[in-house]
């Protein structure tokens, strides 16, 4: 459909991977079951890291192997390594995702090795994928800020993408990880991202920090961007960007999306419902703005 709109969850990974809670597998599985009743059928449901690193990440491929497969909908694992990509393959995942960054510094902290190198490291996996017949999804962040460069050039960026789709990868979602950008910013990037790729290979992830997630959103979609990344309630945030807060939250992708006469197929009750379970599982308000209203409205609360 023309006017259709991708939303890709990222909530069970990217906004659970910096909660102080640790949830148990029942309360994942909630989660991602109630997503898919509201609509949701692009899912990432975990990551396949040492628990050592990232805790609340422990189990993921297990929560992957407990889930009802539901045709039409596609749940993914993060694979950091080959090692991660054989865990993701040993109970039958059928779509990765892999990660690097446009900044060498970010690139370090986060996995210890150049943007170069970060790449290097994805031969393997994108020739296992290939072979195996699993759909292999790219990330690229800080696309605009870094917290230890500043200002990244956008050029780097479409250089990192378009390296990713060379490889194979049949999408790349674009990270604005610490919530820093403008959309006038956010604009530099798309130009010169897509001097290289289609729009249709290209996905948005904005984080919400400043409160500019949903301006960037409605800018991207004048570029014909039309995937994005979201998160259940605004969960999230970066480990290596003090201060940085989740993604976008899904309800208010949502709401703007519609508002603006785009589909999702989502139903708007269920994915409102999600959001309020989740968060009284985690004990707090949730930052999605559009969750508050609805909730206001109903004479009740996003918690």
């Known amino acids: 459909m023309e006017n259709f709109v991708k939303i890709v969850e990222v909530g069970a990974r990217d906004g659970l991977q910096n909660e102080s809670i640790i949830l148990t597998m029942s309360d994942k599985l909630n989660l991602i079951n109630d997503l898919v009743k509201a609509g949701l059928t692009s899912i990432e449901v975990g990551s396949c890291v040492s628990p050592?690193?990232?805790?609340?990440?422990?189990?993921?491929?297990?929560?992957?192997?407990?889930?009802?497969?539901?045709?039409?909908?596609?749940?993914?694992?993060?694979?950091?390594?080959?090692?991660?990509?054989?865990?993701?393959?040993?109970?039958?995942?059928?779509?990765?995702?892999?990660?690097?960054?446009?900044?060498?510094?970010?690139?370090?902290?986060?996995?210890?090795?150049?943007?170069k190198e970060s790449l290097m490291r994805f031969d393997e996996i994108m020739a296992r994928a290939k072979s195996d017949g699993v759909k292999v999804r790219g990330y690229v962040s800080c696309v605009v800020d870094c917290p230890y460069e500043g200002a990244i050039d956008p050029a780097i960026v479409a250089e990192v993408s378009a390296r990713l789709l060379d490889m194979g990868c049949?999408?790349?979602?674009?990270?604005?990880?610490?919530?820093?950008?403008?959309?006038?910013?956010?604009?530099?990037?798309?130009?010169?991202?897509?001097?290289?790729?289609?729009?249709?290979?290209?996905?948005?992830?904005?984080?919400?920090?400043?409160?500019?997630?949903?301006?960037?959103?409605?800018?991207?979609l004048d570029f014909g961007i039309r995937t994005f990344d979201a998160s259940i309630a605004g969960l999230g945030g970066c480990p290596y960007a003090k201060g940085a807060?989740?993604?976008?939250?899904?309800?208010?992708?949502?709401y703007l999306?519609?508002?603006?006469?785009?589909?999702?197929?989502?139903?708007?009750?269920?994915?409102?419902?999600?959001?309020k379970n989740i968060m009284q599982r985690l004990g707090r308000q949730s930052r999605s703005n559009a969750a508050i209203a609805y909730w206001q409205k109903h004479g009740s609360s996003a918690t």
């Not at 807060?245 to 949502?254: F, I, P, Q, Y």
Request: proline residues 3%; charged residues 15%.
């Open 52 to 115: 050592k690193w990232v805790p609340q990440m422990a189990g993921s491929t297990e929560i992957y192997q407990a889930l009802p497969k539901v045709d039409g909908v596609s749940f993914s694992l993060l694979t950091p390594n080959i090692k991660g990509y054989e865990a993701a393959r040993s109970v039958g995942c059928t779509e990765v995702a892999i990660f690097t960054a446009a900044s060498e510094s970010f690139t370090q902290k986060n996995i210890n090795c150049t943007i």
């Open 257 to 275: 999306l519609t508002g603006m006469g785009y589909k999702t197929g989502i139903d708007t009750d269920l994915l409102m419902q999600a959001g």
């Open 170 to 220: 049949y999408e790349v979602s674009l990270g604005e990880t610490i919530g820093t950008a403008t959309p006038d910013k956010v604009a530099k990037v798309w130009q010169a991202c897509l001097a290289h790729a289609d729009a249709n290979l290209l996905a948005g992830h904005f984080h919400n920090t400043y409160g500019m997630a949903i301006a960037n959103v409605a800018a991207s």
């Open 245 to 254: 807060s989740g993604n976008v939250a899904t309800e208010d992708l949502h």
